[in-house]
């Protein structure tokens, strides 16, 4: 089993930035443990969407609407994964979730509320 915590969620001003965390426990990067991490988010009334994921090639990937104002990436030696969001917009309201897959299996975290708003 993978468990998944998430932190640093909050209401923060559009422009302004935020960092999320998200660690795992019950596993750890590599082959024959977690292979890709990211982040998704659900806003009011639409589906969930990835946001960017992570994998243990260090292969990054986005959604076209975060691409240059959002980065992910890994603490060395940790199976943590930071999502670094900067310009933040009115649009970027969700709940983010961290995910992570192990074995083929997806594994989330509890979500993280993000407020963009002034």
């Known amino acids: 089993q993978v468990q998944l915590v998430e932190s640093g969620g909050g209401l923060v001003q559009p422009g302004g930035s935020l960092r999320l965390t998200c660690a795992a426990s019950?596993?750890?990067?590599?082959?024959?443990?977690?292979?890709?991490m990211g982040w998704y988010r659900q806003a009011p009334g639409k589906q969930r969407e990835l946001v960017a994921s992570?994998?243990?090639?260090?292969?990054?990937n986005y959604a076209d609407s975060v691409k240059g104002r959002f980065t992910i990436s890994r603490d060395t030696g940790k199976s943590t994964v930071n999502l670094q969001m900067n310009n933040l917009k009115p649009e970027d309201t969700a709940v983010y979730y961290c995910?992570?897959?192990?074995?083929?299996?997806?594994?989330w975290g509890q979500g993280t509320q993000v407020t963009v708003s002034s």
């Open positions: 019950g596993s750890t990067f590599g082959v024959f443990g977690i292979t890709v």
């Open positions: 992570l994998n243990i090639g260090g292969i990054t």
């Open positions: 995910n992570a897959i192990r074995m083929t299996a997806p594994y």
